[in-house]
């Protein structure tokens, strides 16, 4: 249903671009979220970008440096990530919920989960 990939290695203050492939669902009717977990947290949602493109930010320390956008026209959803610090280490993963669509989805709601893609911010 969702891939997500675009993930590698960086050092602080560099940059990656993330997408996030879409199959087997309306894509324009669904809300698409963003999350990342980390080794050995929880999984935490960082944004929402809705069916129209409206942003709903989850995670404030991203605010600012990550910018959201998706392409009806390819299925596609991106993550653009820039001045990536070392705590921006993580697994990141695309999900829109099972049930409900047209609304965000959050960590703790039954989700499509794309396979995570591995973004490490070291020197």
């Known amino acids: 249903q969702l891939q997500a990939s675009g993930g590698g290695s960086v050092q602080p203050g560099g940059s990656l671009r993330l997408s996030c492939a879409a199959s087997?669902?309306?894509?324009?009717?669904?809300?698409i979220g963003w999350f990342r977990q980390a080794p050995g947290k929880e999984r935490e949602g960082l944004l929402c970008?809705?069916?129209?493109?409206?942003?709903?930010w989850y995670l404030p320390s991203v605010k600012g440096r990550f910018a959201a956008s998706r392409d009806s026209a390819k299925k596609m959803v991106y993550l653009q990530m820039n001045n990536l610090k070392s705590e921006d280490t993580a697994v990141y993963y695309c999900?829109?919920?099972?049930?409900?669509?047209?609304?965000?989805?959050?960590?703790?709601?039954?989700?499509?989960w794309g396979q995570g893609t591995q973004v490490t911010v070291s020197s």
């Open positions: 970008i809705s069916s129209r493109g409206g942003i709903t």
């Open positions: 999900a829109t919920r099972r049930v409900g669509a047209r609304f965000c989805p959050l960590a703790t709601t039954d989700n499509y």
């Open positions: 087997g669902i309306v894509f324009d009717d669904n809300d």
